[in-house]
Every structure is written in structure tokens, then in C-alpha cells.
């Protein structure tokens, strides 16, 4: 069974669409709320929830209490969540996807709707360049929400990763390829 939020109208009358966006980290994992309303981005919230070092199930329970206190807060109907990347030391890289596990358990227990980016698509999204620095991000960030600061460096990536799955995920801007094929790197119908 899925339950939804009501859905958000604006003053407008346009619908307005709530995204969470996650990017997670054993140590620190980064939120960042924000709406959407037809073409308009506007910033919500975002931080950081920091974990003790310490035993690893309960690491990784503040991961998930506290975007389930996030997600509790802002009701969002999506998350939008940043994929592992392979680290060149494999423990950190297991360690990395549990802390995304318990972020995407959040995010379902909680009845969003979960969709994940990798950190060349977000960064593609916001910035223009899949290889673009993090200060890039921040900037672009900062710009697009229209914020008095540039957010702090994981809850700027968060909400890169909402601002991706706004002008991304939500079927807006993206090739439709259901009942198409690729072949030779080429679409058929």
C-alpha cells in the first residue's frame, strides 16, 4: 500500500511538487528539501545529520531516524538519492552503501517515491559539467535557489541531487523509451 501527501497547490493554482534529496555518508549524510512548482524551484530546508563514531548499527539508526524526523517535517513525495560510487578502497565503498541503504529504508518506510542519480548526472544537471567541483555545485546551487549563502558542502549536494531529479526525474526533459529499443547505439521504434 502507498500513501501520498495531499497534493500541494500554489497560489497559482500550479501543483506543487516536494523532493527530498540525500546524499549519503556513513559519517555525514546531507538533505535538502525543496519545491517545484511548473518551471520554479524554491529551497525548503536542508543540513545534515552527523553520525558518533561507533558501532555500526547504530550509525547507521541516526541515518534513519533522522531523515525519517526530516521526512516527518517537510513531507516530501520523492527522494532523490545519489548512487555509490566504487572507491578504490572497498570497505569504505561497503560502508557507503549501508549508509545509503538506511537513507533509501527512510525514504520507503516513509512511502516516497525513491529515484537515484549518479554523482555525473547531478552534477551534469546543476552545473552543466559532469565533472564539475564541488565549489561549482555550491555556487550553481546557491544560484538556482536563489540563497543568501552557499549551503554547507553535503547539504549543497543534496540539494543538487533534488534540483537534478526536478528538471530530470519527474519525466520532464527526459527521453521516453518505453516501447523502444536501443540498437547500435541507435533508438528504434
Given at each position: 500500500?502507498?500513501?501520498?501527501?495531499?497534493?500541494?497547490?500554489?497560489?497559482?493554482?500550479?501543483?506543487?511538487?516536494?523532493?527530498?534529496?540525500?546524499?549519503?555518508?556513513?559519517?555525514?549524510?546531507?538533505?535538502?528539501?525543496?519545491?517545484?512548482?511548473?518551471?520554479?524551484?524554491?529551497?525548503?530546508?536542508?543540513?545534515?545529520?552527523?553520525?558518533?563514531?561507533?558501532?555500526?548499527?547504530?550509525?547507521?539508526?541516526?541515518?534513519?531516524?533522522?531523515?525519517?524526523?526530516?521526512?516527518?517535517?517537510?513531507?516530501?513525495?520523492?527522494?532523490?538519492?545519489?548512487?555509490?560510487?566504487?572507491?578504490?578502497?572497498?570497505?569504505?565503498?561497503?560502508?557507503?552503501?549501508?549508509?545509503?541503504?538506511?537513507?533509501?529504508?527512510?525514504?520507503?518506510?516513509?512511502?516516497?517515491?525513491?529515484?537515484?542519480?549518479?554523482?555525473?548526472?547531478?552534477?551534469?544537471?546543476?552545473?552543466?559539467?559532469?565533472?564539475?567541483?564541488?565549489e561549482q555545485v555550491q555556487?550553481?546551487?546557491?544560484?538556482?535557489?536563489?540563497?543568501?549563502?552557499?549551503?554547507?558542502?553535503?547539504?549543497?549536494?543534496?540539494?543538487?541531487?533534488?534540483?537534478?531529479?526536478?528538471?530530470?526525474?519527474?519525466?520532464?526533459?527526459?527521453?521516453?523509451?518505453?516501447?523502444?529499443?536501443?540498437?547500435?547505439?541507435r533508438l528504434i521504434g
Open positions: 500500500m502507498c500513501i501520498h501527501p495531499p497534493l500541494l497547490m500554489s497560489n497559482s493554482g500550479s501543483a506543487v511538487i516536494r523532493i527530498l534529496g540525500i546524499d549519503p555518508g556513513l559519517r555525514v549524510t546531507g538533505f535538502g528539501v525543496i519545491d517545484k512548482t511548473g518551471n520554479k524551484l524554491s529551497y525548503v530546508a536542508s543540513g545534515c545529520i552527523r553520525t558518533e563514531v561507533g558501532l555500526l548499527p547504530l550509525r547507521l539508526k541516526t541515518i534513519l531516524d533522522g531523515l525519517g524526523e526530516v521526512i516527518a517535517t517537510y513531507h516530501p513525495e520523492h527522494a532523490a538519492v545519489e548512487e555509490v560510487f566504487v572507491n578504490v578502497n572497498p570497505k569504505s565503498t561497503l560502508l557507503l552503501g549501508q549508509a545509503r541503504g538506511a537513507a533509501i529504508c527512510a525514504a520507503v518506510s516513509n512511502h516516497l517515491l525513491v529515484s537515484e542519480y549518479t554523482a555525473l548526472q547531478v552534477k551534469q544537471a546543476v552545473v552543466g559539467n559532469g565533472h564539475a567541483k564541488k555556487e550553481m546551487v546557491k544560484r538556482l535557489l536563489s540563497l543568501g549563502g552557499e549551503p554547507q558542502a553535503d547539504a549543497a549536494d543534496a540539494l543538487a541531487c533534488a534540483i537534478c531529479h526536478a528538471h530530470g526525474g519527474l519525466g520532464l526533459g527526459k527521453l521516453a523509451t518505453q516501447g523502444y529499443r536501443v540498437k547500435g547505439g
